[in-house]
């Protein structure tokens, strides 16, 4: 039966084995790629934009033709793009020029008017600090108090982590047959984590979760940053604390270099077919190192976060 809209088919992504890159590698044990660059926006934050505007619209904080705003690295804008244009809201995505072009013109071609910003002097483009995105973020309050607009506040609004709380873990838990030991996943607001751990651990208590974060830039297991640029877009901002983590389990932290990312991203798609980003590649390439370690034999579980397309113009793919 045809979805009524494509609001309906937010979700449900399938998953799959990565038994390939695990069996090449010599390694005991299982990952379970969860395929969400398969939504609609081509990434998970489709789960999320869609679970914090329904639910503002059922606290009644966003009324009928209020613009919304938000900071986005280009896959939350892309997200609420396509959920604001489905229910009326004009929606204005501000986002660093440090992010790949690619997702810009998907916001425009959606419907969103992109607010792009300017980097801090020194920044790399491709490589979004913690100091660019605060600038990113004062630009967004700025535009909200202008127009009386809604914030979707992704690092904030409790529909972030709720959507994966209410849709990706269960979903992964059954399409694992309830065989998953672990969960790893790239912190970025932490709400995919957050959410996801959470509805795991109801299933098994026994189960791990692990945060992962870039060489060099471990704010949040609490090392010292000697390295905050780093190319894996989207997490990985250098900040010690995110409210979604706050009382988040966590049974280990787990670090991935930009180089290990990127190969692993590329690994991905020759030897399993799954053409992701940065992220995607974070998080496999950690799985990996927890197979050859703590979680020897383990069934580990990663969100391959989105798609290799929105990044063309970087040298993820040279």
């Given at each position: ?19 390939r890159l695990v069996t090449n590698r010599g390694l ?180 791990k979760g692990f945060v992962v974060e870039p060489t ?71 799985a990996l190192d927890l197979l050859k370690g703590p ?24």
């Amino acid at each position: 039966m045809a979805a009524e809209s494509l609001l309906d088919v937010i979700g449900a992504t399938p998953s799959v084995w990565l038994d390939r890159l695990v069996t090449n590698r010599g390694l005991e044990g299982r990952i379970l790629a969860k395929l969400d660059y398969l939504n609609p926006g081509f990434s998970k934050k489709d789960r999320a934009a869609k679970g914090i505007i329904e639910m503002a619209e059922a606290e009644r904080a966003l009324h009928p033709g209020q613009t919304v705003v938000e900071l986005t690295s280009g896959n939350m804008g892309t997200g609420l793009a396509i959920v604001c244009g489905l229910k009326g809201y004009p929606f204005v995505a501000v986002m660093s020029r440090g992010n790949s072009m690619e997702r810009a013109r998907m916001m425009t071609a959606l419907g969103a008017e992109v607010v792009l910003v300017d980097q801090l002097p020194g920044s790399v483009v491709g490589q979004v600090s913690g100091g660019d995105l605060a600038e990113v973020d004062r630009i967004a309050q700025q535009i909200v108090s202008e127009r009386g607009a809604f914030r979707a506040d992704q690092f904030h609004h409790a529909g972030n982590a709720q959507a994966h709380f209410e849709t990706t873990g269960p979903e992964m838990w059954a399409e694992s047959g309830g065989t998953l030991t672990a969960f790893v996943d790239f912190a970025g607001s932490g709400g995919t984590y957050a959410g996801t751990v959470r509805a795991l651990k109801t299933f098994s208590s026994n189960l791990k979760g692990f945060v992962v974060e870039p060489t060099g830039a471990r704010a949040l297991a609490g090392e010292d940053v000697t390295a905050a640029a780093h190319p894996i877009q989207g997490g990985g901002y250098v900040m010690e604390t995110l409210k979604f983590m706050k009382d988040a389990p966590v049974d280990g932290y787990v670090h991935v270099s930009g180089e290990a990312a990127r190969m692993t991203t590329r690994a991905l798609a020759r030897e399993e077919g799954i053409f992701g980003g940065f992220s995607a590649g974070a998080n496999v390439a950690a799985a990996l190192d927890l197979l050859k370690g703590p979680m020897q034999g383990g069934v580990i579980g990663i969100v391959i976060c989105d798609s290799g397309l929105k990044y063309l113009s970087t040298d993820l793919w040279d």
